[in-house]
């Protein structure tokens, strides 16, 4: 990972920290007494040992690339100070921010705990210079991937985590219109507005069993195109598709067993499903001989297919009792970072792809052919 890399992932995790710690944002108010009275509270009552390992493990992540973004600037020393000290911060930041909001208790030890992941997190990155991984992962990048490719990565690398997120789809990211109009109608109730909200003259309908299948093989095939568009040959394509695949079906599992147990991690894998991995299998293999910049363009087709047909669905009331069950229970904590990634990725990709295609953004595969 280059430098270049490390800092808009720093960036990015440090905006979804701050929405699940701050997530659903009603009711501000200035409190009486001091915004840092919580500094001074005993420890708490009530806790859970996932508590505990959430709060810790949560600012791991932004501390190592913190740390890795230091240490890839030529920073040798100091470097894990000042990502604990940054995480730290921003976690003190929120914890005071809270205190503003009604629905959401600052706490003293889960600073406390937060700065301690950015501490453990900035180790790792450190470490892992001293054992030569960060030089042995700049060695890996330069064997698959062409020169310049930095976007690319940055989404892939947030695909896994956007599958989180149970959507009514599997793969299905990007299902935000239905929910998009029942904000915006709330928003504007009791206001003369509110007429001006286009109504929708058909209800949406169910995804056909057809239609589910070809939005599964997308959902997967979008991801594998970006990838095909900065990958150095043909052999490495294949095994990065193979391994896209793996982690569809791994992150899927893992979505539908938190939301629903053990027991049901595969429960999503209907006909329709098992139909669109198929086809997706089918689909990477036939466009593995495309040429990179064909691949992109590709992905940009797949991924706005993708979009329409997912927000020409309802969600479902099976969505909705999942949704509910992500924003209540223990998963609050997770709600806005996978929500967010899983609603924003596809949009965040298809603006790329509009960029790179169009030349406002460098074209890895340009630079490889000077």
Known sequence: MNRSLAWPLALCFAVLIAYASLYPFDGWRLPPGSLWSFLALPWPRYWTAFDLTANLVGYGPLGFLVALGLLRSGWRFGAVLVATVVGSAWSLGLETMQVLLPSRVPSNVDWGLNTL????????????????????????????????????????????????FPAPVPLGLGQVLERLEETLADWLMDTPFLEWVPVREVELQPLLPGAELVAVLLGALVPCLLAYSVVRDRVRRVALGLVLAFVAVGVSALSAALSFGPAHAWAWLTPPVRAGLLGYLVAALITVPLPRRGCAALALVAVTVHLALLNNAPQGAYFSQTLQAWEQGRFIRFHGLAQWIGWLWPFATLGYLLMRLSGRESDPASLMRR
Do not use: K, M, N
Request: aromatic share 12%.
């Open 117 to 164: 992941g950015a501490l453990c997190g900035s180790l790792i990155a450190w470490l892992g210079l001293q054992l030569g991984l960060l030089t042995r992962w700049s060695q890996f990048r330069d064997r698959w991937f062409v020169p310049g490719t930095r976007a690319e990565l940055v989404l892939l690398a947030l695909w896994p985590p956007a599958l989180l």
